[in-house]
């Protein structure tokens, strides 16, 4: 079964210095998520994008964030300068069709576990 | 605002009974409903989701139940097993934002042998 996955599985930083998280999503997905869980708190929405361009992005999505897509098989999530408040699990997901669209699933990779000391 | 939010935080459950797992939704402009399973150390995992012009949905061994009336969404489990063990979470999305999920804050599902 295709899956989504993420590297590393698990990042520590210091405060203050740039990370950059890898997926692959599924290859035939054109829809691209991020999000991030707190531990212990809700999933929450950082940004979808699609077509090499961000579609939505939440509050938390502020200029220490970007994505991109730099080849035809990676999505990546920067942060440039990282702060405490950003250790958190940090999920990607992929669909074929926008999520809402009732029409396939949202595929969530295993995450990657962001500490920031 | 949305909020999404689940009445319990923890439910246990002997094996073989069936399962029911809350959630509440603010939002009477929310029109798509999806519950997703996250075990631990992995991402959450799709179980069923629910338009809403309807009110019932079902798949394998699960039931999703949807009162927009109340603003309310259950889960219910039949047969419940021990790999059912886990995170259950709701997500919505807002009418004319089709790409973006709220999710609620979780209900611990233990199942007991």
């Known amino acids: 079964e295709p899956e989504v996955t993420q590297t590393p599985s698990h990042q520590v930083t210091q405060m203050g210095q740039e990370v950059i998280l890898r997926c692959v999503p599924i290859?035939?997905?054109?829809?691209f998520y991020w999000y991030r869980q707190i531990l212990g708190q809700k999933v929450e929405f950082l940004v979808s994008?699609?077509?090499?361009?961000?579609?939505?992005k939440s509050e938390i999505f502020d200029d220490q964030f970007s994505v991109e897509r730099p080849d035809g098989s990676n999505f990546t999530l920067k942060i440039r300068s990282t702060k405490l408040e950003d250790s958190a699990m940090y999920f990607c997901?992929?669909?074929?069709?926008?999520?809402?669209?009732?029409?396939?699933?949202?595929?969530f990779g295993p995450g990657t576990r962001l500490t920031v000391t | 605002g949305e909020s999404v939010g689940l009445h319990l935080p923890t439910l246990s459950v002997q094996e073989g009974d069936n399962s029911i797992i809350n959630c509440a939704y603010s939002?009477?402009?929310?029109?798509?409903f999806i519950w997703y399973k996250q075990e631990s150390g992995k991402g959450p995992q799709f179980i069923i989701d629910?338009?809403?012009?309807?009110d019932k949905r079902q798949g394998q061994r699960v039931t999703v139940l949807l009162n927009k009336t109340v603003k309310h969404l259950s889960l219910q489990i039949a047969a419940t097993q021990p790999g059912d063990s886990a995170v259950y979470f709701c997500?919505?999305?807002?009418?004319?934002?089709?790409?973006?999920?709220?999710f609620g804050s979780g209900t611990q599902l233990t199942v007991l042998p």
């Open positions: 997500a919505d999305t807002l009418s004319g934002s089709a790409r973006q999920l709220t």
């Open positions: 994008f699609y077509n090499n361009e961000i579609s939505e």
């Open positions: 939002n009477s402009a929310s029109d798509y």
């Open positions: 290859s035939n997905h054109l829809y």
């Open positions: 629910i338009r809403s012009n309807m």
């Open positions: 997901a992929s669909s074929e069709e926008w999520v809402g669209q009732g029409v396939g699933e949202q595929y």
